[in-house]
């Protein structure tokens, strides 16, 4: 019985350390790519800087070519109105599903949306393949569960019908 009370301790103690090498592994492995993700940041960050005063000088630019010619006020104006119509543009080509397919025309108030904003499921729920009357239908439509005037016996129902997250019994 003693040397399987120690043979339990070996596996308890390889088994800790085990675990203490993976949790360093994971650590370093965590820490490595933070460290890359930090970088790659912060290059974004001075990118966008650049761009912004990039952005400044072409408008302020285009504020004094225009000032040649016109009152100041009405070349900043222009300018303004130009850097507005640059947005409105930049923000639209960054909505998703933004993409206009020529030969696709958009119904009145636009269509419905392809996913729930938050991402999550489908944005409706299915329709359930019940034709109106109730359930079944008894109207006899070609796979309403009802057989036809002058029919026998049950329909089977057709592979579109089935719902395969319904609870499932048994007649």
């Known amino acids: 019985m003693d040397r399987m009370d120690h043979l339990e301790h070996l596996d308890k103690h390889l ?35 650049a761009a912004l005063y990039a952005g400044a000088a ?24 130009l850097l507005g119509v640059a947005a409105y543009l930049l923000r639209g080509a960054a909505r998703p599903g ?29 329709m359930p393949p019940v034709a109106p009357g109730g359930a079944g239908g008894a109207t006899g439509a070609p796979g309403a569960g009802t057989p036809a ?9 057709r592979r579109d019908d089935i719902d395969p997250e319904a609870p499932h019994r048994r007649g």
């Open 149 to 157: 005037s002058g029919a026998t016996g049950p329909v089977a129902p």
């Open 15 to 49: 088994v800790d350390e085990l675990a203490q090498v993976a949790r360093e592994t994971v650590r370093d492995e965590l820490r490595q790519q933070t460290r890359k993700q930090r970088r790659k940041a912060t290059l974004y960050a001075a990118s966008g800087a």
């Open 58 to 81: 072409l408008a302020l630019t285009v504020g004094l070519v225009l000032a040649v010619g016109l009152p100041d006020w009405a070349a900043a104006l222009i300018t303004a109105a």
């Open 98 to 126: 933004s993409v206009h397919r020529p030969g696709h025309d958009h119904a009145r108030g636009g269509d419905a949306p392809s996913a729930p904003p938050n991402g999550l499921g489908v944005p409706y729920p299915p």
